[in-house]
């Protein structure tokens, strides 16, 4: 376990993380006088950890969530806002939040509107939250019409990166959270990428080289006004269109990145921008990690355009895809479904070939 805090600083706010157990970074964190504090978790992380007695030694109330997408709706939301009001948190609470990326952009969208506004710390316990979704301030609930609809950008004051919380995962969700992080290799040909080359990676040295990355990006383009935060999203045009079509109960988050992004190689490679053999060594990357590499040959290609139509980086008709020259040669480019679908359809009968 690495032992150390880090400041993150974006223009809107300071962001501590602390690479420390959940106990001790709590200690540093309760320096600070609140009127009230809630921790908000599900009852799988209750039953494995010892959080009763972390939080009750601390007269710290714990709430509990279920876990998967479907926590991540307007109805949760309501119900999460008549619970902090049954608690009387105000203006000067604060809230912990500990779980994946569900958890942590329901309760970082609710606390970002209520009271117009109360402080919060993410305590991520999934890779794929460590080295994502815990970072750069995006929150939001999907609506029965689409993902992340209702959402805003509001920073955690803090978060606890306690590796010991991986300890747990199940090998399937450790690979998810692994295709983020071979994005980030992708988006910047750095050491990240000789880490996750070797045969035993140092997976705390994966979020920390990870964390680094992804901040980089969210400082230059914070609210995603530049595009340089858009090129984060390489991967989910077609990531987010498999998850929604599949009800998200097929193939987890980073499993439908890493199709998306083994098809924007590939599209890179169809519209003359890279050659085969980088499209190769992407696939490779995801290969190695257990990841699915290939289209689902049974899901019509058809059935994605009312999802990726609709995807949150297009602008007017446009659609926004990210792909890539080389590592580290990333941009957005301007196209349309038909394009898109095109290339799909190319890229499946490659693969059969």
Known sequence: MIFMIKILNFSSDDVKVYFKSLDEALDKILEDEYSKILAVTHPVLLNIYDLKDIFKKRNIDIVVLPEGEKTKSLTKFIELSKIFF?????RYSHV????????????GFLCSVYMRGISFSLVPTTLLSMVDSSIGGKNGIDLDFGKNLLGSFYHPKNIVIDLNFLKSLPEREI???M??????????DSFILDEIKKEKPDIGKLVELSIDIKSKYVKEDEREKT???ALLNLGHTLGHAIEARTLYSRFTHGEAVSIGTCFAAFFS????YANIELYKEVKSLFYKYNLPTLYPIDLDVESLRKYILK???NISSKIRFVIFKDFSDVFIYPTDFSQIKNCLLKWIEYEKS
Do not use: M, P, Q
């Open 96 to 107: 912990i939040v500990l779980g994946g990326g569900v958890l942590g952009d329901l309760c």
């Open 227 to 229: 595009g340089k935060r």
């Open 175 to 177: 690979s998810s959270g």
């Open 269 to 272: 490679y169809c519209l003359g």
């Open 86 to 90: 049954e608690h009387s948190l105000d």
């Open 179 to 188: 295709a983020e992080v071979i994005k980030y290799a992708i988006l910047d």
């Open 311 to 313: 995807d949150k980086k």
